[in-house]
C-alpha cells in the first residue's frame, strides 16, 4: 500500500522572543533537519528528531591536523623549488648558497616531524584513557 503525501497548506504561527529563535535555531543545527519547520513539526508530532553529536577532541585533534597539514605542504613547496633551482645551477657558488637553504628547509622538516608526532601521541593518550 503506498503512502500519497499531502500538500501542506495549514499555517501554525508562533512569535518568539530574539532569545527563543536564536536557542531554536541552535538546535536545530545539532539535528539532521534541514529547516526549522521540519524540526517543529516533528516535535510538535512527536516524531523522532536524530541529533548529531560532536567530539570536541576529535574536533581539536582535525584542526590541528589540518594546520599541520598546511604547513608540510608549504615545507614541501620550497623542497620543490629547491630542485628546480638545483637544476638550473650554472655555477658552483649558485650550488652553496642552495646547500645553506637546503639545510634551513631540512631542520623546519625535521623540526615539523617531531610536532607531528608528539601531537599524534597526545591524541592516542586522550583516546586510550
Known amino acids: 500500500m ?12 508562533i512569535r518568539l522572543t530574539t532569545t527563543e529563535s536564536e536557542l531554536i535555531r541552535r538546535k536545530v543545527q545539532r539535528t539532521t533537519c534541514r529547516k526549522i519547520s521540519d524540526y ?3 516535535i510538535i508530532l512527536s516524531e523522532p528528531i536524530t541529533v548529531n553529536y560532536r567530539n570536541e577532541s576529535l574536533d581539536l585533534l582535525m ?6 597539514r598546511r604547513e608540510l605542504s608549504a615545507i614541501g613547496n620550497n ?7 638545483l637544476q638550473t645551477l650554472s655555477q658552483i657558488s649558485e650550488y652553496s648558497s642552495w646547500l ?6 631540512k631542520k623546519a622538516v625535521l623540526k615539523m616531524i617531531e610536532t607531528i ?3 599524534i601521541s597526545k591524541a592516542a593518550k586522550t583516546w586510550l584513557q
Open 2 to 13: 503506498e503512502k500519497t503525501e499531502e500538500n501542506r497548506n495549514k499555517w501554525l504561527h
Open 63 to 68: 584542526s590541528t591536523l589540518i594546520e599541520l
Open 100 to 105: 645553506t637553504e637546503y639545510e634551513q628547509d
Open 40 to 42: 517543529a513539526r516533528k
Open 79 to 85: 623542497f620543490n623549488q629547491a630542485v628546480k633551482r
Open 117 to 119: 608526532q608528539l601531537e
